[in-house]
């Protein structure tokens, strides 16, 4: 992989090409532009003054600090406001990669829909995936020379509350030719079985015609829904390999692919629910996965085991 595959997978790169074929019908979605060329993401989103029970540094008045001020960024707020209310009052935010979608989890809806610029906020500053975007995303790139991205975009897409999950494809591209696809989520089965192969060919016409030699890489995956007028809709590119999954494929097996114009595209779904692959990390922090030693869990459960030594050892100190 090289960064000049990984900057093309940005959407303000392959927005203005294939934002016809976008879920939005009613027109494009906004893409701000960075006008300080700096990281936006404030690190608090509420007053701390507001709490009741502030820490406070030990030591004369003169030599306590005092506690700094969470950043605001007024203009950058309203614009984002602007944007909401112009897509309906509920979007769908990602950065120039990744959606924050491993910090769903936080949110009061257990899903990305964002309604007000502090819940786009808590939603980039709780992933994973958008730490990765903003300082690893080239790290797996053999011609790396570059720690993190010049300029940073915030896209916000119009929430669709009615998009069904099981309808949505990540496509594998190699050599320029459609080798592999794998449904990305599952919610109910019973459709996508019946139509499986009408779905196969929607997607294998789309990518002729639409796709292939329009995306400048060689190597690389895109992702797609299927409405239920059965047409295909551009939902994001990613690159081949490294932090992109694979969902229901191996990278070892997809690398194994032999690209042939007669080869027949590997389209995998999931058909019963024991099917489902585990651990594919878009839902949790990585904290929340990682057991092994050193890791949050493993300081965790040395702690509660200390807890309850102590308590056995010594009852009385807690009477």
Known sequence: MKEEEVNRCQIQEWYPKFKPYLLDDSGPFL???SVSNEDALPNRIHN???EEDLQVSEGS???AEEPSLPPIFPELELQVKESIESLGGAVFPKMNWSAPKDSAWISTTGTLKCTTFSEIALLFKASDSLVHDLLHAYDSCNDKSLSRPKNFFLALRKWYPS???EMEFRCFVKGNQLVGISQREVTTLYPIIEKKNDILLLIQEFFDNHVRGRFE???YTFDVYITKGERVKVVDFNPWGAFTLPLLFTWDELEQI???EEDEVEFRIVE??????PGLKTAVPYDYLNCGPGSGWDQFMRNANAELQR???FPEADV
């Open 31 to 33: 893409l701000p532009l």
């Open 48 to 50: 701390p003054y507001e």
């Open 61 to 63: 008045g003169d030599e």
């Open 163 to 165: 998009l069904r999950p």
């Open 217 to 219: 890489s060689e190597n």
């Open 258 to 260: 032999l690209v042939s």
């Open 272 to 277: 019963h629910q024991c099917a489902v692959r």
């Open 311 to 313: 308590q056995t050892e």
